[in-house]
């Protein structure tokens, strides 16, 4: 008769899982993971369609990246009131504000069409948003997470990012062809609002401080800083993933629905690699990990040039968002690990305004190559433009921040960590 040890198995199911999904949990990581559950919920249902929704009321190519230009400067200049806030009133009230902004810029764009003038109160909301949420978001996650299990704690959040983008993108555009435009913005606000309930349930432990709004400006054109800037500019290839590429998706497939469906399929073949690309990265050398994620996401742009057809940019999708979990889950490992070991808001506001001017250069040049170059000819251009933007990343696996701290200040010390 065959024995089967039901125990080992278990003890083994268990010691697998352990290796996959950190088991150290903060509580306040935990209210993080829900909010950005249903948070990335939301954004995956409307964020693909928010290009396309520009480009349906007749905005031009160009007049769209002219758009995000405007946003990305506009956050440029208020990211340092941003770093000032969350210091003075806590990590998840940046957050929280930051979901209110959001929720006014979906009602700005379903206005639009009314007036011009919403187009402008749409760019406010979007930079404030921005400038409230992601310095509170970076900065709780690196206050609270824990060194040791820090890679699989980031693949936690991308898989959660991964499975909003399974269903997400469907959800949508099923709305959008129900109810249009307004239905599909109406669920994605009552969705943001809600996701803010797990940042309430329990008081936030924080300590105020204060940060001057020159400072960050200082440090960005630091010379001991500048192979960081150079690397973070290369995040305007992603200004081209988030408001070209649906474009181009929705202009292969047509509609909505055909839409959103494509990017579930390709995003539900991607998630099958990201809790073990999250373990290795808790293991392996980061460097390379970067190096070769690196090279990955700019083969992914390359290959853009040549798509044609649906099958075609299913698997350039698919290739394209499998290459950047795996750049993405090294490179916030080490900038977390880097801004507990130095200062944490000043770390993450580096990192937001270095990219912003990398999307705000990108933005500017696409503008430009869309005015000028025929459309079926811009595609390949801003794709290609994209692959050269990608490059950058490689400063970061020659001298990653994760081995190079500085010594934090006095004003930085807060302990578990740093403010």
Not at 87 to 98: A, D, L, N, S, T
Not at 128 to 134: A, N, S
Not at 139 to 168: H, M, N, P, Q, T
Request: with cysteine; charged share 15%.
């Amino acid at each position: 008769m065959l024995h089967v040890d039901f125990k080992k198995i278990l003890a083994g199911a268990i010691t697998k899982e352990r290796e996959f999904l950190p088991i150290h949990l903060p509580r306040e990581l935990k209210e993080l993971y829900l909010t950005m559950t249903m948070l990335n919920f939301a954004l995956a249902s409307g964020m693909l369609f928010e290009p396309i929704y520009l480009y349906t009321l007749r905005f031009s190519l160009s007049e769209i990246m002219l758009y995000y230009f405007a946003v990305y400067a506009l956050y440029f200049f208020l990211m340092p009131l941003g770093g000032r806030f969350v210091k003075r009133y806590g990590f998840e009230h940046g957050i929280i504000f930051g979901s209110l902004f959001l929720v006014a810029y979906f009602l700005f764009l379903l206005a639009i069409p009314f007036s011009p003038f919403f187009t402008v109160c749409a760019v406010v909301s979007l930079a404030m948003q921005k400038t409230f949420f992601w310095p509170g978001y970076h900065a709780d996650f690196a206050f609270f997470s824990k060194a040791e299990e820090r890679g699989r704690e980031v693949s936690i959040i991308a898989l959660l990012d991964s499975f909003s983008y399974i269903a997400g993108p469907l959800v949508g555009g099923v709305l959008i062809s129900l109810f249009g435009f307004a239905g599909l913005f109406a669920v994605m606000c009552a969705m943001i609002l809600l996701s803010n309930i797990p940042l309430m349930t329990t008081k936030e432990r924080f300590k105020p401080s204060t940060l001057s709004y020159s400072e960050p400006y200082a440090a960005l054109i630091a010379k001991e800083n500048r192979r960081y800037l150079f690397a973070y500019i290369g995040f305007g290839e992603e200004l081209v993933s988030l408001a070209v590429w649906p474009i181009f998706i929705y202009v292969t497939f047509t509609t909505f629905a055909n839409t959103g469906a494509a990017i579930t399929f390709s995003t539900l073949i991607t998630s099958l690699a990201i809790l073990y690309v999250g373990r290795q990265t808790d293991r392996a050398d980061r460097k390379k990990i970067l190096r070769i994620s690196t090279l990955l996401l700019s083969l992914s742009w390359v290959l853009r040039v040549f798509v044609r057809g649906a099958s075609a940019v299913i698997f350039a999708d698919f290739f394209s968002r499998t290459s950047r979990y795996l750049f993405a889950m090294p490179l916030f490992s080490g900038l977390y690990k880097h801004a507990t070991q130095t200062s944490i808001v000043r770390t993450v506001i580096f990192f937001e305004m270095a990219l912003t001017v990398g999307k705000m250069i990108a933005a500017a040049l696409l503008a430009v190559i869309f005015y000028y170059v025929p459309e079926y000819s811009a595609w390949n251009i801003a794709f290609a433009v994209a692959a050269m933007f990608s490059l950058l990343y490689f400063f970061l696996s020659r001298n990653h921040q994760i081995d190079t701290p500085r010594r934090p200040s006095e004003d930085d010390i807060y302990p578990p960590c740093k403010l």
